[in-house]
């Protein structure tokens, strides 16, 4: 392939990633650029056989969310490219940390990583486990909200290891059935305490999540627990009355539907995917609702050239948009500066002033230097110590 015309195709590639040329015309002038250089097998075949060889592994959530990457993302950036998104999964940060931290080198295998809230990044700095993207490199960062970058920025000293990609809110689902919108929000965080509900209740086994409404139960700001022993109380009175503590997103929306559980600690887009079925489940976000922001994170050793062009292909706002859609998370796109269809605007979490006021989000510097103790902690009053 002659240099014009690799710099014909990078031209080309990036007015599509930035949004300048849709998807259909895009194939279509790869394909006229194909022609034209009497390549033949498909409008692909020059950047694949320039590309073949690539992979690059991407860790995400499993189940809805990581479909919606797969059809949104990774399939039209293989067909692109030329390059082999391996898929991963895991259930919670800290076994997907342990599986990272064995690898050799530390990362290894492991190359980008959908991680949740600001106190994960930071968990990965402090590891050595990051690295320094070219934001120059990466074009559609412009539309993403500052509001979410500037947190891993004030990390990183203005570097970034990773591109906030969405947002939720951990609520509080409730079968409204058995629940009504008026005691739900008469009790706000105390419905997952309600003795009426006893037997009836969820909650995910994160002990950041528990110990967060624990705070809330007892009248506490999560960010600056003043009383801990009132946490650990209230904890173990709610471990007698939880049917079960739910390891998966796929796991709580099967609890709910089922109606094994009428009330639990709940991730955003699961309910909101659960109302798309019709399920009679809403959606309480109480007083200081656990907030987070969700990045794609990027390992040390990982091959930054490759992670620049799935990221930057991540946030164009035609796939970024179709990811948020099909996984029920608002994406980090502005919507100041990229206009959201109403599919997204009616989405749990979704502010439409890209400012994000008022949303709690986990102070990184606290919980991280609690992890150890309280997690320790959690683990024996789930256990039933």
Known sequence: MSQELQDRLDRLYEDFTSGKISRRNFIKYLGMAGAAAGLVGGPFSMLTKAQAAETIRFDGWGGTTSEAFRKHAFDPFEKVTGVKVIDGEFGDMDTYLTR????????????????????????????????????????????????????????????????????????????????????????????LWDKELNGKLGSWGDWRTNIWYGALHTGQNPNEIKDLDAVWDALRKQRDMVKKYWASGAELMSLLANEEIYATVAWSGRVAHLQNQGEPIAFLAPDNCYSWQECIFVLKGTDLDTAHKLLDFMLAPEAAIAVAEAQQYPPSLDPTKIEMPESVKKLPAFDPTGQLKGYLFADPAYWNGHQMEWAEKWDRIKAGA
Do not use: C, W
Not at 135 to 150: C, D, F, G, H, W
């Open 100 to 191: 990272v931290k064995a690898s050799f080198p530390p990362g290894g295998e492991f190359n980008l990583a959908h991680l949740s809230g600001v106190f994960d990044y930071a968990r990965y700095v402090g590891l050595e486990l990051d690295t320094a993207l070219d934001e120059s490199k990466i074009p559609n960062l412009r539309y993403v909200m500052t509001a979410m970058m500037q947190p891993y920025k004030d990390i990183t000293d203005g570097k970034l290891s990773a591109v906030p990609y969405d947002l939720g809110q951990t609520g509080i689902a409730y079968n409204t059935k058995y629940i009504s919108k008026e005691k739900a929000e008469k009790l706000g965080a105390s419905l």
